[in-house]
C-alpha cells in the first residue's frame, strides 16, 4: 500500500522560504514520477511542479518558475519542494503525489497516491 505524508508546512511571512517534504513508502520509489500541487480555498487543485523518475526532467507552474525548486531523493524515498520568495498567492494546501508512470505530469488525473496535505500560509 502507498503512502505519501507530507511535512514542512507552516505559517511565514511573505518573502521567506519553506521546503516541503514528502516521504514516500509502498512501492519502488524510483521507478515512480512524482509531483507538488496545491489548492486554495475555492480553487482547483492546480499542479506546482513535477519531476520524473530519475530527478533529470522537471516542469514547474509559471507563477513558481525562479522561486521554487522540486528535487528528489531516491535513496531516501522523498521528494522535496523548495519554495522562496513566498507571496501570499503561494498560501493553499500542498499535496504531494505519486504518478504510475516515470514520467513527469502536470494533470491530477496522471497521479494514482496522494498525501493529506501540508497547509502553507504567507503573511502580507
Known amino acids: 500500500q502507498v503512502q505519501l505524508v507530507e511535512s514542512g508546512g507552516g505559517l511565514v511571512q511573505a518573502g521567506a522560504s519553506l521546503r516541503l517534504s514528502c516521504a514516500f513508502s509502498g512501492r519502488t520509489f524510483s521507478s515512480t514520477a512524482m509531483g507538488w500541487f496545491r489548492q486554495a480555498p475555492g480553487k482547483e487543485r492546480d499542479i506546482v511542479a513535477a519531476?520524473?523518475?530519475?530527478?533529470?526532467?522537471?516542469y514547474y507552474a509559471d507563477s513558481v518558475k525562479g522561486r521554487f525548486t522540486i528535487s528528489r531523493d531516491n535513496a531516501k524515498n522523498a521528494v522535496y519542494l523548495q519554495m522562496n520568495s513566498l507571496k501570499p498567492e503561494d498560501a493553499a494546501v500542498y499535496y504531494c503525489?505519486?504518478?504510475?508512470?516515470?514520467?513527469?505530469?502536470?494533470?491530477?488525473?496522471?497521479?494514482?497516491?496522494w498525501g493529506q496535505g501540508t497547509q502553507v500560509t504567507v503573511s502580507s
Open positions: 519531476i520524473n523518475w530519475s530527478g533529470r526532467s522537471t
Open positions: 503525489a505519486a504518478a504510475s508512470m516515470l514520467a513527469a505530469s502536470t494533470t491530477t488525473r496522471a497521479y494514482t497516491y
